[in-house]
């Protein structure tokens, strides 16, 4: 894993990261200047999320639901850079990111303190946004490897980076989302607790 990283992987991770902390920030100034638009995008997430039956009857989180549907979206994230030229990957990174800059804005736009919003993000995030970067890192280092494969026909390419790409998965993002989804259901809560 730490040649893979050195040699090509650190790197879409790393622009990952930064293009979704720059478009987070660019969300909060557009939700900000236009105040109805993160209404309209978290009114959706929060659909989305009544809809994906990580909620219990009680309103309470299932770690282990969540845990299945962070792994879904993770592994969407990967699988996308099968498809070869779209880079897919950058969607899912710019729907995430926006999110997060809009549900910021909306925090700010009702008067609340951002340190409430990290409350609530960071017990997990600190796990689920590494999980995040690394999947679409995956993603977008694979498609760019396809996309190579694919015009120059390269062998003996695809089997390493899969390879690569697997341990990633299991040694890195599986316990990270482990932690993300207990943090969320048992700590996140109590955390915010604190603010209420």
């Known amino acids: 894993i730490v040649s893979f990283w050195r040699e090509q992987y650190g790197h879409y991770v790393f622009i990952t990261t930064i293009a979704f902390l720059a478009i987070s920030v660019m969300a909060y100034i557009a939700g900000r200047i236009f105040p ?19 909620v219990q009857e009680d309103g309470s989180f299932s770690a282990v639901a969540l845990f299945l549907n962070n ?29 997060l ?17 990290l409350a609530g993000i960071l017990p ?8 995040l970067f690394l999947s679409l890192g995956a993603g ?6 396809i996309n190579a494969y694919i015009r120059k026909n390269e062998k003996g390419v695809m089997k ?3 390879l690569n790409i697997l341990r990633v998965v299991c040694v890195l993002i599986l316990p990270l989302l482990a932690a993300a989804a207990v943090m969320e259901t048992y700590v996140t809560p109590l955390v915010m607790s604190l603010f209420l």
């Not at 997990?124 to 946004?129: A, K, P, S, V, Y």
């Not at 977008?140 to 490897?145: A, D, G």
Request: aromatic share 10%.
């Open 36 to 54: 109805d638009i993160p209404t309209g995008i978290i009114d959706w997430f929060n659909e989305s999320v009544e809809n994906s039956g990580i």
């Open 71 to 99: 792994l879904q979206a993770m592994a969407l994230s990967v699988l996308y850079g099968f498809i070869p030229f779209l880079f897919l990957p950058a969607l899912s990174l710019g729907v995430n990111s926006i999110i």
């Open 101 to 117: 800059g809009a549900l910021a804005a909306l925090y700010s736009n009702n008067g609340f303190s951002l340190l409430m919003l």
């Open 124 to 131: 997990h995030g600190i796990f689920e946004l590494p999980a």
């Open 140 to 145: 977008l280092c694979l498609c760019k490897n």
């Open 160 to 162: 390493p980076l899969l």
